[in-house]
């Protein structure tokens, strides 16, 4: 009867440790802020996974992260910017740009568009009070891109167009 309950232990353990971790698709980021998050009612180390991709090449990419704990002891130990180093990325098949360890802002530059990635939260929920029952600990943030200082295909045609016009203006003056 002992072996019975210790293996119920063990597992009811493993569900409340890997139930945790989320998988969410943000979409394509852009200026404005997406969010994200999620809450916990168990103990246990977590790890979450938010993907998006970007519609064009990025200075900087950032956000902030928020937690309450008064209620309730959650700890963010890492937010990892991970790129897709295939064409279609599952479970694995991610490589690591960056980590970073004090996660309560975070921002990445220099992203490609056109490329998915994948931001993963690792925390730890250390208490809930009275097993979630007067509150969950939870975390919840935003992330956005700011694009890059691209010129726009309209505006550099029209940069090339005068520079083709001063030149040619040029010879002309050199003929006569």
Same mark, same amino acid.
């Given at each position: 009867?002992?072996?019975?309950?210790?293996?119920?232990?063990?597992?009811?353990?493993?569900?409340?440790?890997?139930?945790?971790?989320?998988?969410?698709?943000?979409?394509?980021?852009?200026?404005?802020?997406?969010?994200?998050?999620?809450?916990?009612?168990?103990?246990?180390?977590?790890?979450?996974?938010?993907?998006?991709?970007?519609?064009?090449?990025?200075?900087?990419?950032?956000?902030?992260?928020?937690?309450?704990?008064?209620?309730?002891?959650?700890?963010?130990?890492?937010?990892?910017?991970?790129?897709?180093?295939?064409?279609?990325?599952?479970?694995?098949?991610? !490589? *690591? =740009?960056?980590?970073?360890?004090?996660? $309560? %802002? #975070?921002?990445?530059?220099?992203? +490609? @568009?056109?490329?998915?990635?994948?931001?993963?939260?690792? !925390? *730890? =929920?250390?208490?809930?009070?009275?097993? $979630? %029952? #007067?509150?969950?600990?939870?975390? +919840? @943030?935003?992330?956005?891109?700011?694009?890059?200082?691209?010129?726009?295909?309209?505006?550099?045609?029209?940069?090339?167009?005068?520079?083709?016009?001063?030149?040619?203006?040029?010879?002309?003056?050199?003929?006569?």
């Amino acid at each position: 009867m002992n072996l019975h309950r210790s293996v119920l232990a063990v597992a009811l353990a493993v569900c409340a440790s890997t139930g945790m971790a989320k998988t969410a698709d943000l979409g394509t980021l852009g200026a404005a802020d997406k969010t994200f998050g999620n809450s916990f009612s168990a103990y246990g180390d977590f790890t979450d996974y938010y993907t998006f991709q970007l519609g064009g090449d990025a200075a900087a990419t950032g956000g902030t992260i928020t937690y309450d704990s008064f209620w309730q002891d959650i700890s963010l130990t890492a937010i990892t910017l991970q790129r897709c180093l295939t064409g279609s990325c599952g479970a694995s098949g991610w !490589g *690591t =740009v960056t980590t970073d360890s004090s996660p $309560g %802002q #975070f921002s990445f530059s220099g992203l +490609s @568009g056109g490329v998915d990635y994948r931001l993963a939260v690792a !925390g *730890t =929920v250390d208490f809930t009070m009275f097993g $979630g %029952q #007067f509150g969950n600990a939870s975390y +919840s @943030g935003t992330i956005h891109s700011i694009a890059s200082a691209a010129p726009e295909p309209g505006a550099l045609a029209m940069a090339i167009a005068g520079l083709m016009g001063v030149s040619l203006l040029t010879m002309r003056g050199r003929r006569a």
